[in-house]
């Protein structure tokens, strides 16, 4: 089998990966202590801009040098659980192109965050993560956490 052969077989392999994560076949992370709840009594996930109001640090993505070389651009989301010290205890990607979920997953596992308090006691919380990994600079409205240049 030829380089490209096995690297486009790879890529399809990856793809395959990414998308069962689509399907569901992905369990969120699991928390040990009290979770951050809704008013349904169950676990409350803040958006990407929620969680970049509550962050105390963040970390952009990096463009990996391939995807560069074969200019590919896209979105990835990733769910986070935050514990109760603010450190991201698990990053689980969700959909995204396989070259660039690794720099993602990576990239919201340096997030910390505020702590957050329900009924007096400090809890984890779920969050989703959108990254962009583009070949332009930050566009207005860009949180320049959130997006990977070439």
Same mark, same amino acid.
């Given at each position: 089998?030829?380089?490209?052969?096995?690297?486009?077989?790879?890529?399809? %392999?990856?793809?395959? !990966?990414?998308? @069962?994560?689509?399907?569901?076949?992905? /369990?969120?992370?699991?928390?040990?202590? *009290?979770? &951050?709840?809704?008013?349904?009594?169950?676990?409350?996930?803040?958006?990407?801009?929620?969680?970049?109001?509550?962050?105390?640090?963040?970390?952009?993505?990096?463009?990996?040098?391939?995807?560069?070389?074969?200019?590919?651009?896209?979105?990835? %989301?990733?769910?986070? !659980?935050?514990? @109760?010290?603010?450190?991201?205890?698990? /990053?689980?990607?969700?959909?995204?192109? *396989?070259? &660039?979920?690794?720099?993602?997953?990576?990239?919201?596992?340096?997030?910390?965050?505020?702590?957050?308090?329900?009924?007096?006691?400090?809890?984890?919380?779920?969050?989703?993560?959108?990254?962009?990994?583009?070949?332009?600079?930050?566009?207005?409205?860009?949180?320049?956490?959130?997006?990977?240049?070439?």
């Amino acid at each position: 089998m030829r380089p490209t052969q096995l690297y486009s077989l790879l890529l399809l %392999l990856m793809g395959v !990966l990414s998308l @069962t994560n689509v399907l569901g076949v992905v /369990a969120p992370c699991g928390s040990d202590g *009290p979770l &951050l709840m809704g008013k349904d009594g169950k676990p409350r996930w803040l958006d990407t801009k929620a969680l970049l109001e509550c962050a105390t640090h963040c970390v952009a993505p990096q463009m990996p040098a391939m995807a560069r070389q074969v200019r590919i651009k896209g979105q990835v %989301l990733v769910d986070i !659980l935050v514990d @109760t010290k603010g450190k991201v205890a698990c /990053a689980k990607v969700i959909i995204g192109h *396989p070259m &660039l979920i690794g720099p993602a997953v990576e990239a919201a596992k340096d997030w910390t965050f505020r702590p957050k308090k329900q009924n007096g006691k400090v809890v984890s919380f779920y969050g989703h993560l959108q990254f962009f990994f583009s070949t332009g600079g930050t566009g207005k409205g860009e949180n320049p956490c959130t997006v990977a240049h070439w």
